[in-house]
Nanobody, 120 residues
Framework: QVQLVESGGGLVQPGGSLGLSCAASGSIFSIGAMGWYRQAPGKQRDLVAHVSSGGYTYYADSVRGRFTISRDNAKNTVYLQMNSLKPEDTAVYYC??????????????WGQGTQVTVSS
């Protein structure tokens, strides 16, 4: 069974930093793009950042310059380093990845979500 497991959420003061990680496990043949989304109460789930299998990154305008996404292909893990956090960054953060259990058969997977709260 293939799954994504996130860790690293929590409570942080405005201006602080927090790091998230997401590890893929199971019988994985290949991993494509990996990314982070977030969903605040009463709002839709939005893309925060993603990184391709080749390392190309994309960031939402709201986090560009403050957040950094990276991946370790040897560990099947994607990271999100969040700096200069603002109260509006408060949300449940979800890991997302395209993964194949056999050659060329990719499916999209979600993690269970981790809460990030930015508050004084």
């Amino acid at each position: 069974q293939v799954q994504l497991v996130e860790s690293g959420g929590g409570l942080v003061q405005p201006g602080g930093s927090l790091g998230l990680s997401c590890a893929a496990s199971g019988s994985i043949f290949s991993i494509g793009a990996m990314g982070w989304y977030r969903q605040a109460p009463g709002k839709q789930r939005d893309l925060v950042a993603h990184v391709s299998s080749g390392g190309y990154t994309y960031y939402a305008d709201s986090v560009r310059g403050r957040f950094t996404i990276s991946r370790d292909n040897a560990k099947n893990t994607v990271y999100l380093q969040m700096n200069s956090l603002k109260p509006e960054d408060t949300a449940v953060y979800y890991c997302n990845a395209d993964m194949a259990v056999t050659a060329f058969l990719f499916d999209n997977y979600w993690g269970q979500g981790t809460q990030v709260t930015v508050s004084s």
